[in-house]
């Protein structure tokens, strides 16, 4: 599966972004899908995961209640709608996609596919 993240940008603090990832396997569809984020000097971290079936997500307690991960199975699609965003959430997001979850998708040892990454900037 390749995947392919884009929709990132610079903005300012308090401002949104809506961040894409698609694959062009049909197959996308059966994949759990993660948003991870790498910011400069720090190891990459989990933001939110979504099940391929319910659509069930998770979110890291640094972005509950800002952002929200959806799906569009129609499009091929996984979102990331971030809002409030915060200097801290400056970093390259990243979408990962896997069959199985071992970790419930909140460890990057989960995914086997990742995606090229899209910067995402908020100025203070």
């Known amino acids: 599966v390749q995947l392919q993240a884009s929709g990132g940008g610079l903005v300012q603090a308090g401002d949104s972004l809506r961040l894409s990832c698609t694959a062009s396997?049909?197959?996308?569809?059966?994949?759990?899908v993660g948003w991870f984020r790498q910011a400069p000097g720090k190891e990459r971290e989990f933001a939110a995961r979504?099940?391929?079936?319910?659509?069930?997500?998770i979110y890291a307690d640094s972005v509950k209640g800002r952002f929200t991960i959806s799906r569009d199975t129609a499009k091929n699609m996984v979102y990331l709608q971030m809002n409030n965003l915060k200097f801290e959430d400056t970093a390259v997001y990243f979408c990962a996609a896997a069959r199985t979850l071992r970790y419930d998708g909140l460890d990057s040892k989960d995914y086997s596919y990742w995606g090229q990454g899209t910067q995402v900037t908020v100025s203070s």
């Open positions: 396997e049909r197959t996308f569809t059966y994949y759990n």
């Open positions: 979504i099940t391929w079936n319910l659509g069930t997500p």
